[in-house]
Structure formats: C-alpha cells, structure tokens
C-alpha cells in the first residue's frame, strides 16, 4: 500500500500527457478513463483506475482530497514565457492600431516597450509586486501552475534588479515561477547614442548582478532592438554566467535570431513569425524548443504563425501567452489555445500538450512538471467539462473548476 497525503478521483477522463503514451492510456494525451491520482509531499505517487484506489493508496490523517465527479483532468498549464512584472497599461497604443499604426512605428518613437520602462521605473516595488500578485491570480484561475516571469521592463542595473527582487518575492506562488533576466529587451533612451555602452552595461553589471535572482537570459532580436551581433555578444556572455538561453527570434521579420537560437543551442526560440525551412531544421537539430504565441497575432493583428509546418518539420512546439501590456495583453492559456487550433493549423490534443509538457520542455524542466506521472510535481486542474475538445470551442469563459499545485488545493 502507499501512503499518500493528496487524493484524486473519479476522474471521467484523466489526461496523462505522457511523454510515450501506452495502453490503457489512450490517444495523443494519454488519457485514462475513470482514473484517480494520489500524491506524497507534492509529487505524485500512484496513477491508476479509480476501481484499484482503494487497494493501491491509504491516506495518512488530515489527507487532502478532490473529488473529479467525472470531469475531465488535465496537467497545469506551463506557460513558458510572460512579462509578468510591469506598471501601467497601453490600452491607448491597441487602439491606435486599431486605427492603422503599427508596432514597430510607435516603438521607434519611443513609445511601445519603452512607454512601459517608463511607468515600470516609476513604480515601487510594493506596487509592482502587488499587480504582478494579482496577474498571477488570474494565471492560476485560468489553469496555469507554472509561469515563466521576465524582467526587461527596467532596462537600468537598479530597474532589472527591483522587477527580478520581485519575481523571487513571488517565487512560490502559486503559479510557481521560474524567472528570466531580460534586460536585453529593447536599448533604453538614455543609450539611444550609444547602443554599444548599452550592451556592455548588460554584460558586465547587469547579467552578473542578476544571475542569483534568474535562470535564464533572454534577448529581443529584432529591428529596433538588438541586432544578431548585440544579441549573440549578451547570450554568449550570459551562457558564460551560467544562464539557460531564450530568444523573442523572427517576430516581425526575418531577424536572424533563429539561426541564433539554433547556434547557441538555447532550450526555446519563441515568436518564429518569419522564418525559412532552414530555420525550422537548423531550429529542430538543436533540440530547441519552438514557442508558439498567438496573442501577439491577435493583438498586432499580424498573421498567425504556422504551427503545423513547426510540428511537420519535427519541432517540439510550446504555447504560451506572452503576457504583456503591449503586444498580448491576456493571462489565459484557454485564450491561447483557441487561437492556436483556430489559426495555427494544429489540433486541440497538440495545443494541449504544447501548453502543458511543451512549456515544461521550453523551461527545461519537463522532469518534474507537465505530465501526470509517478515521480513528477502534482500539478493539475480539474474542468468544467468532461472533454477537452471543449476548450478552444467554448470560449470568452473559463472552463477551469479547481487547481491543485504540489499537491495542495490552490482553487
Ligand atoms: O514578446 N517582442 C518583444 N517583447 C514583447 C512585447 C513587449 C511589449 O510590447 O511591451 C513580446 O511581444
Ligand atoms: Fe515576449
């Protein structure tokens, strides 16, 4: 018998999201019907049929347990790349669109990330905790368990270490964190003469300062803000530091950053808005995961990447939100994922997965979360409905009922 202190059951249908789904598990996500789960300090000990519960697991005194009432039970989502920390909003930028700007032209005036610097700098870091806090809320109320949370909203030494201060104030959640330093995100006014001095400062204070506060580094590649030799010079420096390597690559043109990417071997590349059949293969030979973000072609009103040519040419693929006041202004990975089987040509069963052991593939830590297995975090939500082709088609609602992180009812 094992013990545990966390019980699921009646599970009508309980997506494993196995990485190699094998009988009884059934289909692309490894569903087990009428299945329950137990877990043991926040990782999960025992997954079977709900008629062997009670012969497998006995439950120690004060035991949590969640009763599925044959909903169907997914995985947390892990959404693999947000902007999490900020100040204000630029409601005003999504409606001049609307009237025909574009985003590149207001980030050249200055406005766009930088109009967010701004109002970031200006704020404390009580305040930006506080508003962070809440978007977390509505991560973890929309299924996420797991978030990716990004500095670059400070783009000074002081401002990169307040957002990254408040990223590890916030760590725990829940939705845990995992934190990336993004002083690379655009160059900041004061540098406009003088990108190179801007680069150096990254390289040699803030990337170092930071390293105890972030896990990985991440540089926008792109015109108007770093070009392939900037960014190459700050992710060589911050794999030399010891970070794990993103890139924002290809988002508004043909930038170079996926070859990048490619090259430096980093674990994602996300956006890939323009890329070329090389891209994609060099991409797939250097095992680096694809990251899919279709709020950005909402809210831009761009074209939707393509994501069934990334799984054809062999991708492991993530979906993930891109939080942030700018470009995709939403915390729901539902949201998402009825873009993505709306637009990006793939199926509800691999946006599913992208959003859940992709994004845990896109933080290199698909060893512990993203998939309901013996030995992995106990991350899952329970649904208000009892089958997942339900969501992406029953939208603007949310269809998440409870939400257990490690093992604890969080929702
Ligand atoms: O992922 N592309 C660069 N960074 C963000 C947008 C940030 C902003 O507009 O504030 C993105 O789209
Ligand atoms: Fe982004």
């Known amino acids: 018998m094992l013990e545990a202190d966390f019980?699921?059951?009646?599970?009508?249908?309980?997506?494993?999201?196995?990485?190699?789904?094998?009988?009884?598990?059934?289909?692309?996500?490894?569903?087990?019907?009428?299945?329950?789960?137990?877990?043991?300090?926040?990782?999960?000990?025992?997954?079977?049929?709900?008629?062997?519960?009670?012969?497998?697991?006995?439950?120690?005194?004060?035991?949590?347990?969640?009763?599925?009432?044959?909903?169907?039970?997914?995985?947390?989502?892990?959404?693999?790349?947000?902007?999490?920390?900020?100040?204000?909003?630029?409601?005003?930028?999504?409606?001049?669109?609307?009237?025909?700007?574009?985003?590149?032209?207001?980030?050249?005036?200055?406005?766009?990330?930088?109009?967010?610097v701004g109002a970031t700098r200006a704020a404390s870091a009580a305040d930006l905790e506080a508003s962070a806090r809440q978007r977390m809320a509505r991560c973890l109320a929309h299924g996420t368990t797991t978030l990716e949370a990004k500095s670059g909203y400070g783009l000074s030494l002081a401002d990169e270490i307040k957002c990254l201060h408040v990223v590890a104030a916030l760590r725990d959640g829940p939705p845990r964190l995992v934190s990336t330093c993004m002083a690379a995100h655009t160059v900041p006014p004061e540098y406009r003469a003088d990108r190179a001095a801007y680069v150096r400062l990254v390289c040699d204070q803030i990337l170092p300062a930071a390293r105890p506060l972030a896990d990985f580094c991440d540089v926008f590649c792109e015109t108007g803000a770093f070009d392939v030799a900037e960014s190459r010079t700050i992710l060589e420096r911050a794999r030399d530091l010891g970070y794990k390597l993103k890139l924002h690559a290809n988002q508004l043109g043909h930038s170079g950053g996926a070859a990048l990417a490619a090259e430096l071997n980093a674990i994602s590349a996300d956006h890939l808005d323009f890329t070329t059949d090389a891209d994609l293969a060099a991409l797939r030979d250097a095992s680096v995961v694809a990251t899919l973000l279709p709020g950005c072609s909402y809210t831009l009103r761009h074209a939707y990447p393509d994501g069934r040519q990334w799984l054809d040419a062999g991708l492991k693929l993530s979906l993930a939100t891109d939080l942030n006041p700018g470009s995709s202004y939403t915390e729901n990975m539902q949201f998402v994922i009825g873009l993505a089987i709306s637009f990006c040509g793939i199926t509800v069963a691999e946006a599913l997965r992208a959003a859940t052991l992709g994004g845990a593939q896109a933080l290199q830590f698909d060893t512990e979360i993203g998939s309901l297995e013996v030995g992995k975090r106990c991350d899952l939500t329970v649904w208000d409905t009892t089958d997942e082709e339900e969501i992406g088609y029953h939208v603007g609602v949310n269809l998440v009922k409870r939400v257990v992180v490690d093992g604890a009812i969080a929702i």
Do not use: K
């Open 7 to 116: 019980l699921l059951t009646n599970a009508g249908r309980l997506a494993t999201v196995a990485a190699h789904p094998a009988p009884p598990l059934e289909g692309p996500l490894g569903v087990l019907r009428d299945g329950a789960l137990a877990a043991r300090n926040g990782r999960i000990v025992w997954v079977g049929a709900q008629a062997e519960v009670a012969q497998a697991v006995t439950l120690i005194p004060r035991a949590r347990r969640l009763d599925a009432a044959g909903a169907l039970v997914l995985p947390g989502f892990v959404d693999s790349h947000t902007h999490l920390v900020f100040a204000g909003h630029r409601a005003g930028e999504f409606h001049e669109r609307l009237r025909g700007a574009t985003y590149a032209e207001l980030l050249a005036q200055g406005r766009g990330i930088l109009a967010t």
